[in-house]
């Protein structure tokens, strides 16, 4: 179908009415020759009129004849059009509508998405008209296989968009964003296969290269965003998503994402984010997935050295007390300045990192003091609900997990190799970092290699409870530390330290119970240790831990003699002669001195646990009778 009229199916005799019929147009012996050929004067004019060739659009808007189609054969813009009577309004978009001198509206004949090649696009220095014209037609767009296009001013859509096919968009100009897209509700904006470029290779530089704002919902389908430069003190954003209700990534990468830096940790010149969201609302989630690789983000010096600075790679930060989700999921992270994720939001939002690959280290000249050449955290979320699960890390890292304010923290599974950089005063690795927890806080099947102690506490004196179990620690001094909690178990941890400065477990501020069960500890000062803050309400129970330290498997129990206590089954494997004894209060079912099961008075009684070649025994400190 051609402008609305059938066209020869027998090639061979189209062939012939072209060549024949246009040679003789102008002749008295037209009809004549037309019959010859099979066809009337009428039916042979309404062919020609329908195939009249026209180079470009220039040459359309100038024609004045009496065809009712014609074919423009112009490079890319190429393509059938017909004329519409009917339309007597419509503006030229130079692309699929075409006004000719006559003030007739020629229309393109397609089917399927529009290309940006129809608009005049050809892959030149500047293809940002063709572009828009085309986006405000359409925002669904399908690009050239391989295609690269180059602009130099900004492009923009109001509505939906969707734009598909494996091309790189180069945004060859400073200061404005690349691409603006403005939705509303009910409208998706979404990216497949795209490769944006933000054009730092050709000295630009800007804040944000993609600005997308209102839509109900963003997708970017194995899309990338690479080479953006920012040297003006605003934070850095490749993909800026302003009060968007849901947002996926899933797969494509963010690379060489960098920012003048300062040579302060908060980076007064301004952050750097790959993908940042945010809103003044309650929103959903913003879900990134499927392999996605964030590679390259962070500061740089006036000389271009990579700075460990303020960089993150993923930013959820709503404005207000306002609810939003994030999930990140099986991506991989290399040299990302700060974090992989900061979530930012109020009370109810979940905020996930899961099965994540995290490569932490750094090489610079100039570490700053915190991070000494690693990241500060795999994760940050402040406010909400924290969970992290099955995620590795390797190199040096500052705190593997942080929260502020959350309400819940679950972490489990995750693994962290090549632990800190022994020796540095300032290195303040940490397995995780939790302050003003408010609900719970759970720690399962963790291996983790840090400076110093986990850290958890809680708002105010028992303001949560937590569990700590069958985690793997290798610390420089402690292991873990919990402040505020109200009821706490650790169990079936294996806890090792590489000096003995400090103690493996330490409480202090709480004031539930505390059950310490199973653990080995190996290489510390204390076992567990007990501040003087603990109340005298507080109970415990410490069973089954096998205790390598250098003084006491338990220690600083104060008041001790008042708090209810109960003991049974822990071993001391190394003997040494000038150890201060722990101090157990004891209620019931403790072997006593002889060997007996027998129950001991409920009178405090002291004593240690030692084990002397094999043998595991109970040596009274005093006469433990009534």
């Known amino acids: 179908m051609i402008g609305g009229l059938l066209a020869p199916t027998d090639s061979s005799v189209s062939a012939r009415v072209n060549s024949e019929l246009m040679q003789q147009r102008e002749s008295p012996s037209r009809a004549k020759e037309a019959a010859q050929t099979g066809y009337d004067s009428v039916t042979a004019q309404a062919v020609l009129d329908s195939v009249r060739p026209m180079q470009d659009f220039a040459a359309l808007r100038d024609y004045t004849g009496g065809a009712s189609g014609v074919r423009v054969t112009g490079r890319g813009i190429a393509g059938p059009f017909y004329v519409d009577p009917s339309d007597v309004s419509s503006a030229d978009n130079s692309g699929t509508i075409i006004v000719d001198a006559s003030g007739r509206r020629w229309k393109r004949d397609f089917t399927g998405p529009l290309r940006p090649e129809m608009f005049g696009a050809n892959g030149g220095p500047n293809d940002a008209a063709a572009f828009n014209a085309a986006l405000t037609v359409s925002g669904a767009l399908l690009l050239a296989d391989g295609a690269t296009y180059t602009f130099t001013t900004g492009l923009k859509r109001t509505g939906s968009i969707w734009l598909m096919g494996n091309a790189r968009l180069v945004f060859n100009f400073s200061g404005?964003?690349?691409?603006?897209?403005?939705?509303?509700?009910?409208?998706?904006?979404?990216?497949?296969?795209?490769?944006?470029?933000?054009?730092?290779?050709?000295?630009?530089?800007?804040?944000?290269?993609?600005?997308?704002?209102?839509?109900?919902?963003?997708?970017?389908?194995?899309?990338?965003?690479?080479?953006?430069?920012n040297t003006n003190t605003s934070t850095t954003r490749f993909v800026n998503m302003v009060n968007?209700?849901?947002?996926?990534?899933?797969?494509?990468?963010?690379?060489?994402?960098?920012?003048?830096?300062?040579?302060?940790?908060?980076?007064?010149?301004?952050?750097?984010?790959?993908?940042?969201?945010?809103?003044?609302?309650?929103?959903?989630?913003?879900?990134?997935?499927?392999?996605?690789?964030?590679?390259?983000?962070?500061?740089?010096?006036?000389?271009?050295?990579?700075?460990?600075?303020?960089?993150?790679?993923?930013?959820?930060?709503?404005?207000?007390?306002?609810?939003?989700?994030?999930?990140?999921?099986?991506?991989?992270?290399?040299?990302?300045?700060?974090?992989?994720?900061?979530?930012?939001?109020?009370?109810?939002?979940?905020?996930?990192?899961?099965?994540?690959?995290?490569?932490?280290?750094?090489?610079?000249?100039?570490?700053?003091?915190?991070?000494?050449?690693?990241?500060?955290?795999?994760v940050s979320a402040y406010g909400g609900n924290l969970v992290t699960r099955d995620n590795y890390v390797s190199g040096p890292i500052c705190y593997f997990e942080e929260s502020v304010n959350c309400k819940s923290v679950s972490s489990s599974g995750n693994v962290h190799v090549g632990g800190y950089v022994n020796g540095v005063v300032n290195n303040l690795t940490r397995p995780y970092h939790h302050?003003?927890?408010?609900?719970?806080?759970?720690?399962?099947?963790?291996?983790?290699?840090?400076?110093?102690?986990?850290?958890?506490?809680?708002?105010?004196?028992?303001?949560?409870?937590?569990?700590?179990?069958?985690?793997?620690?290798?610390?420089?001094?402690?292991?873990?530390?919990?402040?505020?909690?109200?009821?706490?178990?650790?169990?079936?941890?294996?806890?090792?330290?590489?000096?003995?400065?400090?103690?493996?477990?330490?409480?202090?501020?709480?004031?539930?119970?505390?059950?310490?069960?199973?653990?080995?500890?190996?290489?510390?000062?204390?076992?567990?240790?007990?501040?003087?803050?603990?109340?005298?309400?507080?109970?415990?129970?410490?069973?089954?831990?096998?205790?390598?330290?250098?003084?006491?498997?338990?220690?600083?129990?104060?008041?001790?003699?008042?708090?209810?206590?109960a003991t049974s089954g822990n071993m001391r494997n190394t003997p040494h002669s000038g150890m201060v004894a722990a101090k157990l209060s004891q209620t019931t079912g403790q072997v006593g001195p002889s060997g007996s099961s027998a129950a001991l008075p409920l009178q405090p009684a002291l004593y240690e646990v030692v084990r002397v070649n094999g043998i595991v025994y109970h040596r009274p400190l005093y006469n433990a009778s009534a």
Not at 191 to 207: C, E, H, L, N, P
Not at 255 to 264: E, F, N
Request: charged share 15%; proline share 2%; net charge neutral.
């Open 244 to 378: 968007c209700f849901d947002a996926v990534v899933e797969g494509g990468s963010y690379s060489d994402i960098t920012a003048l830096g300062d040579g302060s940790v908060g980076n007064g010149q301004g952050a750097v984010r790959a993908i940042y969201a945010t809103g003044d609302r309650h929103l959903g989630m913003v879900h990134v997935h499927s392999g996605t690789l964030f590679e390259n983000i962070h500061t740089v010096s006036s000389g271009g050295m990579p700075i460990v600075e303020d960089a993150d790679a993923v930013v959820v930060q709503n404005v207000g007390a306002f609810k939003h989700d994030a999930w990140v999921d099986r991506c991989r992270f290399r040299n990302v300045g700060k974090r992989g994720l900061k979530s930012q939001a109020n009370g109810d939002s979940l905020t996930m990192f899961t099965g994540n690959t995290v490569d932490s280290a750094w090489t610079v000249s100039n570490p700053d003091s915190m991070t000494n050449n690693g990241m500060y955290a795999m």
């Open 435 to 565: 302050t003003n927890i408010s609900e719970s806080f759970l720690c399962f099947g963790n291996r983790r290699n840090s400076a110093v102690a986990g850290y958890a506490s809680g708002a105010a004196a028992g303001a949560f409870d937590a569990i700590a179990a069958a985690n793997s620690f290798t610390s420089r001094a402690s292991s873990m530390e919990f402040v505020h909690a109200r009821h706490l178990v650790v169990a079936a941890n294996v806890l090792r330290a590489t000096d003995s400065g400090g103690p493996s477990i330490r409480v202090h501020q709480s004031i539930g119970s505390f059950a310490g069960v199973g653990c080995v500890m190996a290489g510390f000062q204390d076992g567990y240790y007990f501040d003087a803050s603990i109340p005298v309400a507080f109970s415990n129970a410490i069973v089954g831990n096998t205790f390598d330290v250098s003084r006491n498997p338990v220690s600083n129990f104060a008041p001790f003699s008042a708090q209810l206590q």
């Open 176 to 229: 404005a964003p690349g691409l603006t897209c403005v939705g509303s509700a009910g409208q998706v904006a979404r990216f497949v296969d795209i490769i944006f470029d933000a054009g730092s290779a050709q000295g630009r530089t800007r804040a944000v290269a993609l600005q997308i704002a209102g839509y109900d919902s963003v997708i970017f389908t194995r899309t990338s965003g690479t080479r953006q430069h």
